[in-house]
């Protein structure tokens, strides 16, 4: 078992590694649900799965905000080896570059296939990305009225650099505000109140501010996402060197497990219509599914610090290859899909055709870019392929 002497020893957390590598490929999984469930998608399959709805809420809660409290914690530890205006050009290129080339390449194939299932959409492809992708408003309403050109899944990108960004502005003025905002909100959360004072926040964002700013994911307006997504960042960005709260969240992952599963369990009978609290419904369930986000985030990252230390050849390739991953697979999954339509396949036979076509093309994506010095920044990789002394002292991105 790895001791807290050994976290301190080395410069690379291999727990949150695992954490972010997981995270990640969870989209996969979740985004070929987003076929079968009732919730609106890009195209949708002729099968309704409604038992998998439960499965999804299961992580919808807690999954985006685990990788935005990751990608804080590897800003906290980037800017050790760097200076402000270095981490900044470092995270543009990282981020805006894939974004860029992902908006006019790898996510105009959404669209299109939504606007052919969405409407018959008769012309083809060349003649919609021509004609309608780069029109720069809402498209086809009023329905689905689609703004274009669109980000759709690549929004994390955006969003990770604007908070990257803003970051950067409040620390060029307080330049020691890192540190001495990680200690005052290490203080605060010291003991139980770890558990306690950040579900209070998620609450507070899920009551106040969900209704009124429902997720669009638009970047402006989308103050509910804002405030819980930053919050998680900043979290992670405080939390980083914070040695003792990383073991408090060890040894409290129990409790966070054993709290996180009633909160998730109150959450799902409220909203089949099971439970009716003397509270509103709607102020209980918002309060339940709060609470449920931060104690899920705790119990995976309590869990992974005690077992997802150890290092081995797949971690260190999937740690360079899963952004190219997350930059292809949605893209994947709809061709498929769509390619499928009208087969007459079961729903255990089709799903499972598209989670094995997407992982195939992420993996024949990975292994054709990361050859290519000129593609490698397109998505997300270095222009030059790290050395494994280098990659041992690198943060998770």
Not at 49 to 75: D, H, I, K, Q, Y
Not at 117 to 138: M, Q, V
Not at 331 to 353: C, F, K, M, P
Request: overall charge positive.
């Amino acid at each position: 078992m790895t001791t807290p002497q050994q976290f301190r020893s080395t410069d690379r957390r291999i727990d949150l590694d695992w954490v972010r590598i997981l995270a990640f490929g969870l989209l996969i999984f979740y985004h070929v649900g987003m076929l079968y469930v009732s919730w609106g998608f890009h195209i949708k399959s002729a099968h309704r799965l409604t038992w998998l709805e439960p499965v999804m809420l299961f992580l919808n809660p807690w999954r985006l905000s685990l990788l935005f409290l990751v990608s804080g914690v590897a800003t906290r530890f980037m800017l050790d080896k760097s200076n402000l205006a270095a981490l900044a050009r470092a995270r543009s290129a990282r981020l805006l570059l894939p974004l860029i080339f992902g908006m006019l390449v790898i996510v105009p194939p959404q669209s299109y296939l939504q606007i052919v299932e969405s409407l018959g959409y008769p012309a083809g492809f060349l003649e919609f990305y021509t004609t309608h992708y780069f029109a720069f408003g809402a498209q086809f309403c009023p329905n689905p009225c689609i703004v274009l050109p669109t980000w759709n899944h690549l929004w994390f990108v955006v969003y990770l650099w604007v908070y990257t960004v803003a970051l950067i502005g409040v620390l060029a003025l307080w330049p020691a505000g890192a540190d001495w905002l990680g200690r005052k909100l290490a203080a605060v959360l010291a003991g139980p109140w770890l558990l306690i004072v950040p579900c209070l926040l998620f609450v507070a964002w899920r009551v106040v501010l969900f209704p009124a700013f429902p997720s669009t994911h638009a970047l402006f307006g989308d103050w509910y996402n804002h405030a819980d997504h930053a919050t998680a960042f900043l979290t992670g960005f405080l939390l980083a060197k914070q040695e003792g709260i990383w073991r408090e969240l060890e040894s409290r992952r129990w409790v966070a497990l054993v709290v996180a599963a009633g909160c998730f369990s109150a959450f799902i009978l409220v909203r089949a219509g099971l439970f009716a609290p003397s509270l509103a419904p709607k102020w209980f369930a918002a309060s339940a599914y709060g609470c449920y986000q931060w104690l899920a985030i705790a119990a995976v990252l309590g869990f992974a610090r005690r077992h997802l230390t150890a290092d081995s050849a797949g971690r260190r390739y999937l740690t360079d290859a899963i952004f190219p991953y997350y930059i292809v697979h949605q893209t994947a999954i709809i061709v498929i899909a769509h390619q499928l339509q009208g087969s007459g396949l079961s729903a255990g036979i089709e799903a499972s055709i598209v989670i094995v076509g997407t992982a195939l093309t992420c993996v024949v994506t990975y292994e054709v870019v990361r050859r290519i010095a000129w593609l490698r920044p397109l998505f997300g990789l270095r222009t030059a392929p790290r050395t494994v002394a280098r990659m041992e002292q690198h943060q998770p991105a």
